[in-house]
């Protein structure tokens, strides 16, 4: 039983979404996303010379990479499973302290945004993850893969919101401190999102038996 469901019927129910052709198609459905959006959100931040939106990008082209991870691996073992969810894990928490690093540079650097190319493309970039995270909402509570794909999707929606208020916030202010601390919040929902996904995984690879927690702790 996975480690992250509480019945053994729940388990099974979720391992047949899973592999139901109706999951795959909200999978492609999300990698599609998500991959047009990485090119839409680079050049909204090339032309507002945005680290918010710059962080957002990356996040929706980590997001469309790990669909695909998980499209891999959908109705194999619970061990497939959960290490692909224990690589997006990582990825996340590497992106978050990426994220911390251009925070610092963008710091130094202090120029200031195009408040009114945040705004708009936040918006088009909120109406893309509602999509996807509501396409997803009734397989949040499956094994880690599928809670790290929900979680994806759930975090990119509420980065898309702090995007639109830092346009705002540096329209209001004429400075780069909305933007940087939109960065910050960004970078705190992927770090935080990598230490669930990593220790669901961990419990479902402990419970299968597999050995590369042991090799971990």
């Not at 918010?52 to 073992?77: E, P």
């Not at 996340?92 to 990426?98: H, N, P, S, V, Y």
């Not at 088009?124 to 509602?130: C, G, K, S, T």
């Amino acid at each position: 039983m996975s480690a992250c469901c509480h019945h053994d019927n729940d388990h099974g129910a979720f391992n047949d979404a899973a592999t139901s052709a109706a999951y795959r198609r909200v999978l492609w459905f999300a990698l599609i996303v998500n991959g047009g959006m990485f090119f839409g959100e680079m050049a909204g931040a090339y032309l507002s010379k945005s680290v918010a939106l710059q962080a957002d990008a990356l996040d929706f082209l980590g997001d469309a990479a790990n669909y695909g991870i998980s499209l891999a691996v959908v109705g194999m073992h619970l061990v497939w499973r959960a290490r692909a969810a224990m690589v997006k894990g990582l990825s996340m928490g590497l992106f978050g302290l990426w994220v911390i690093g251009t925070m610092a540079w963008r710091f130094m650097e202090g120029s200031v945004p195009e408040a009114h190319i945040i705004t708009s493309v936040g918006v088009l970039a909120l109406v893309a993850n509602v999509a996807v995270s509501l396409a997803l909402f009734r397989y949040r509570e499956g094994d880690a893969n599928m809670r790290s794909v929900w979680l994806c999707s759930r975090n990119d929606a509420i980065a898309n919101v702090a995007v639109i208020a830092a346009g705002g916030g540096v329209w209001l202010s004429d400075t780069f401190w909305p933007d940087v601390a939109v960065g910050g919040i960004i970078a705190g929902l992927a770090l935080f999102a990598s230490v669930d996904i990593i220790r669901r995984a961990r419990d479902e690879l402990r419970h299968a038996g597999d050995p590369m927690p042991a090799a971990a702790d």
